[in-house]
């Protein structure tokens, strides 16, 4: 049984997943110059073979990390019933040949 979030969250799916850009500004003067880079949390996501970076912003993280869930879910779902049909289809193909 699925379990229903009873929040506010609306059912967006998003495929692909979270990663983190690390980068380095440039300006010499900045902490990234010899210290730790800039993480910037990005999306990373295939379309029709391509992959392409979004990035976000912090606050976008816990939205998207839930649609990404969402999909997933969505996803097994899609699966587990797509899987069902070709039993179903596999049984009355074989009725049909036992009873010819
Ligand atoms: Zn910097």
Redesign the pocket.
């Known amino acids: 049984m699925q379990k229903q979030s009873s929040g506010a969250v609306s059912e967006v799916l998003i495929r692909g997943s979270l990663i983190t850009l690390k ?5 010499p003067t ?4 010899d210290g730790e ?2 993480a910037t949390p990005a999306l990373s996501y295939s379309v029709k073979g391509k992959t392409r970076i979004l990035t976000l912003r912090s606050s976008d993280v816990p939205t998207i990390r839930q649609a990404l869930h969402n999909y997933k879910v969505a996803a097994a779902e899609l699966e587990k019933k797509a899987i069902s049909g070709i039993r179903r289809t596999t049984v009355n193909i074989m009725n049909a040949k036992r009873d010819a």
């Open positions: 980068r380095k500004c440039g300006k900045c902490s990234c110059a880079p800039h």
